[in-house]
């Protein structure tokens, strides 16, 4: 098995989620990057869908500020 697909531990089905062409679409990015960047997800029989809690979360995370690229 593949863990870098693997879903959450805790998919709540009840939460907002987006497909990959939704995802892609939300972190401006296109389907080929989506699927490199390993952000959990879940696949139902031929559906690829991103809990959007999931997505904001992989966004903090990866988000750097401004002042970090900066040369002391």
């Known amino acids: 098995m593949n863990d870098k697909k693997m879903a959450p531990a805790i998919f ?11 995802a892609a679409q939300y972190l401006r990015v296109c389907l080929s990057t989506l699927s490199k ?3 959990p997800s879940i696949k139902v029989r031929r559906r690829v869908l991103y809990q ?20 002391k």
Do not use: C, F, Y
């Open 37 to 39: 960047l390993e952000i």
């Open 12 to 22: 709540n089905m009840a939460a907002p989620v987006k497909t990959r062409q939704e």
């Open 52 to 71: 959007q809690s999931v997505l904001d979360a992989w966004l903090q995370d990866h988000t750097q500020r401004g002042d970090e690229n900066v040369k």
